[in-house]
């Protein structure tokens, strides 16, 4: 497909460590966070117009939601789910988002790999100081702060906090974004 002549074969790949459970289970906020970065991916190869993409994609989140507890309907709703189906992905992240119970980790998830996928494609106006990413961004780590996620997140706190203090510098923004995804516990 176009993005993986475009980023490489290896644009999906993930940047934390897989690990593989026993059966389905309550989501972790790590889990959450894996979760809101496929769905980052889903909207990004759709956005690209991209069907290969937007399977595999689609095949890795099916992958990573098999793990989690009550996410089954919204599993085979993601089969079911067309790249040109705009409402339906929509409908499909707030499930999501829902079904993990830990929608502030989700977001930072779908925060930091959208933002990775937007440097690597050089779309650098993803950054732009004033812009709706940073003020999202802002909200995303001020949340994380008042409820923080169970597990090590004082890691991915400071490099969002980094995130906001470099954001202007796109090499050294990309580096905390890689930073962040690969910090994401367990």
Do not use: C
């Amino acid at each position: 497909g176009s993005i993986s002549a475009a980023l490489g074969d290896e644009w999906d790949r993930p940047r934390w460590t897989v690990v593989r459970g026993a059966g389905p289970a309550a989501a972790s906020p790590g889990t959450a966070a894996r979760i809101g970065a496929r769905m980052a991916q889903l909207e990004f190869a759709a956005a690209a117009g991209d069907d290969s993409a937007y399977q595999r994609a689609a095949a890795t989140l099916h992958e990573l939601l098999a793990a989690v507890e009550g996410a089954g309907p919204i599993a085979v709703q993601l089969t079911e789910s067309s790249i040109n189906a705009a409402e339906e992905r929509a409908l499909l992240a707030r499930q999501l988002r829902t079904v993990t119970g830990t929608g502030n980790a989700f977001d930072a998830g779908a925060w930091l790999e959208t933002a990775r996928l937007a440097a690597v494609s050089g779309r650098t106006e993803f950054l732009d100081t004033g812009g709706p990413a940073i003020a999202t961004l802002r909200d995303i780590t001020a949340a994380l702060e008042r409820a923080p996620p169970s597990g090590e997140w004082d890691t991915i706190l400071a490099l969002l906090h980094a995130i906001l203090r470099d954001h202007a510098d796109a090499d050294l923004t990309r580096d905390h974004v890689e930073k962040a995804l690969a910090a994401i516990p367990r």
